[in-house]
């Protein structure tokens, strides 16, 4: 079987092979299981528009983006360019 590139894989993928933890990651980062699970997901995404948590979900993606497990802009940075 062929490795997918990481562009070719989602979010969770890309974290898992990594190989970080879910757990130990949101520890480290001070948020919420459920917080990574929900950005995962795609039910946060650190906007306006998302849950009351979005201080927490801004936090966990920056720090995805700088671990390279979130590829792309940032979803608060592209709604604010438009």
């Keep these: 079987m062929m490795k997918k590139s990481l562009k ?46 979005s201080g927490d979900v801004r936090k966990i993606i920056a720090q995805l983006k700088k671990d390279k497990v979130w590829i792309g802009p940032l979803p608060w940075e592209k709604k604010e360019e438009q």
């Design 8 to 53: 070719d894989m989602n979010l969770r993928e890309r974290f898992d092979s990594r190989g970080f933890s879910p757990m130990a990651y949101a520890k480290a980062f001070g948020v919420d299981r459920s917080t990574l699970y929900d950005v995962f997901k795609g039910n946060s995404t650190g906007t306006k528009q998302s849950n009351k948590k």
